[in-house]
């Protein structure tokens, strides 16, 4: 078995579910919910949310230590990496503390304003989270782009 194949397989899926989950909620989940009444956008979101990142914790978990496995067994470490795994790396990382920073500060601000029946600040709760999707998201769909073309351009 090529366990670099394999691995280098489910990191790719890793980044396809929490890219994918970013765009998904985003770009059709949010706008969406705007045909919703108050509070029901905000109370679904509560629901959404918890499920979500579930996820990401798992698929960031992985694909920190994939990306750094096939970094150090692939590649040799930094030192034998290109230009782009040091650009993809770099995005990664950002969006990893990025996700922690909504996960440690912006989500517990929402659920207990949202447990509390307090929805004006629910809503500037969830409208400071949904900046750091927002930005997650772009910096996911550049390093699934650079994923896809270092292949073409040389690793």
């Given at each position: ?35 919703l ?7 679904l ?52 503390v990025?996700?922690?920073?909504l996960?440690?500060r ?15 600040t629910?809503m500037?709760?969830l ?29």
């Amino acid at each position: 078995m090529q366990w670099p194949a394999v691995i280098l397989a489910l990191h790719l899926l890793a980044a396809v579910i929490w890219v994918g989950g970013m765009f998904f909620a985003y770009v059709i989940l949010r706008p969406a919910l705007g045909s919703l009444q108050p509070p029901q956008p905000l109370l679904l979101w509560r629901q959404v949310f918890p499920r979500f990142f579930v996820w990401v914790w798992g698929t960031m978990i992985w694909l920190v230590a994939s990306g750094y496995w096939m970094l150090f067994a692939v590649y040799g470490g930094f030192k034998g990496a290109s230009p782009l795994l040091h650009v993809m790396n770099g995005l990664g990382l950002v969006m990893v503390v990025l996700f922690v920073w909504l996960y440690v500060r912006r989500w517990p601000a929402f659920r207990q304003a949202v447990d509390n029946g307090d929805m004006d600040t629910a809503m500037l709760a969830l409208g400071k989270i949904r900046h750091i999707i927002a930005v997650n998201l772009i910096l996911g769909l550049i390093n699934c782009a650079i994923g896809g073309l270092t292949p073409w351009v040389g690793i």
